[in-house]
């Protein structure tokens, strides 16, 4: 079982930034993947970023560029960097991991006034 525990989001005007954190329950070294997910109102959930073991990521379109996802596997953690944030970026952000199963956090809520 892991648990994720993200925390970080809140309202920002458009142009501004925000740096959400995920806390994990194991270490993610045991993970092969760590990706945030977003959910607008009314929309379905989209795939933000991902990160490997290896370090590397990859990126929606629609943030690539503007956001940047990283690990700290001393702390067991992944961060999701978002800048340049935009309206259509309101949603709720959760964390997801992926070893054996697929586990995913709570969900924190980004708002962005225009």
């Known amino acids: 079982q892991v648990q994720l525990v993200e925390s970080g989001g809140g309202l920002v005007q458009a142009g501004g930034s925000l740096r959400l954190s995920c806390a994990a329950s194991?270490?993610?070294?045991?993970?092969?993947?760590l990706d945030w997910y977003r959910q607008a109102p009314g929309k379905r959930r989209e795939w933000v970023a991902s990160?490997?073991?290896?370090?590397?990521?990859n990126y929606s379109a629609s943030v690539k560029g503007r956001f940047t996802i990283s690990r700290d596997t001393t702390n067991n953690a992944v961060y999701l960097q978002m800048n340049r944030l935009k309206p259509d970026d309101t949603a709720i952000y959760s964390c997801?991991?992926?070893?054996?199963?697929?586990?995913w956090g709570q969900g924190t809520q980004v708002t962005v006034s225009s």
């Open positions: 990160i490997f073991n290896a370090d590397s990521a």
């Open positions: 194991v270490s993610i070294r045991s993970l092969i993947t």
């Open positions: 997801s991991s992926y070893g054996k199963k697929r586990y």
